[in-house]
Antibody
Framework: EVQLVESGGGLVKPGSSLKLSCVAS????????MHWIRQAPKKGLEWIALIYYDSSNKYYADSVKGRFTISRDNSKNTLYLEMNSLRSEDTAMYYC??????WGQGVMVTVSS | DIQMTQSPSFLSASVGERVTLSCRAS??????LDWYQQKLGEAPKLLIYNTNNLHTGIPSRFSGSGSGTDYTLTISSLQPEDVATYFCLQRNSWPLTFGSGTKLEIK
């Protein structure tokens, strides 16, 4: 069974940085592309980034391109999202996902002064 | 980007009723369409993948169909535990895009 556990969220000020982690288990992490998806409070879902199984390719939504970086460490079964120049509109629950089958429970990021 | 339009945005139906939710893509997505259920305070849960494949453990009252730009999620007999918001996701091309959701309630 796919299990994904995110961590690293919190309350930060505009312009600051934060790094999210997602530890995977229950499947061969190094064989699958992984995604980050976010959901602003009481809003819909927004896909924000994908990394291939071997880190050879990365894709980003325009809303985060140039500010966020997705990465992974297959030796640690861990996915990361480094977020820089955070804005109030980045406030959301952030989910890591092995689409379409499994999602983590999410981690909240709040950007506010 | 492919736009995903879900309808209706809100639906109230009775227990036992057959319910149909719709998702329309702005271009052909080649059946790369998934349906998710999200209950209040929880992460989305996969119901159907690639248009019509029922995910493991999902009750058979859920089914999916469609092709091209038009896709449907059907609940054959609505149950109280089906109260949730339902989202579609297209995985045909980047960026992946979600529908805005259908909030389903019991009448």
């Amino acid at each position: 069974e796919v299990q994904l556990v995110e961590s690293g969220g919190g309350l930060v000020k505009p312009g600051s940085s934060l790094k999210l982690s997602c530890v995977a288990s229950g499947f061969t992490f190094s064989s699958y592309g992984m995604h980050w998806i976010r959901q602003a409070p009481k809003k819909g879902l927004e896909w924000i980034a994908l990394i291939y199984y071997d880190s050879s390719n990365k894709y980003y939504a325009d809303s985060v391109k140039g500010r966020f970086t997705i990465s992974r460490d297959n030796s640690k079964n861990t996915l990361y999202l480094e977020m820089n120049s955070l804005r109030s509109e980045d406030t959301a629950m952030y989910y890591c996902a092995k689409l379409p089958y499994g999602w983590g429970q999410g981690v909240m990021v709040t950007v506010s002064s | 980007d492919i736009q995903m339009t879900q309808s209706p945005s809100f639906l109230s139906a009775s227990v036992g009723e057959r319910v149909t939710l719709s998702c329309r893509a702005s271009q052909n997505i080649n059946k790369y369409l998934d349906w998710y259920q999200q209950k209040l305070g929880e992460a989305p849960k996969l119901l159907i993948y690639n248009t019509n494949n029922l995910h493991t453990g999902i009750p058979s009252r859920f089914s999916g169909s469609g092709s091209g730009t038009d896709y449907t999620l059907t609940i054959s007999s609505l149950q109280p535990e089906d109260v949730a918001t339902y989202f579609c996701l297209q995985r045909n091309s980047w960026p992946l895009t979600f529908g805005s959701g259908t909030k389903l309630e019991i009448k």
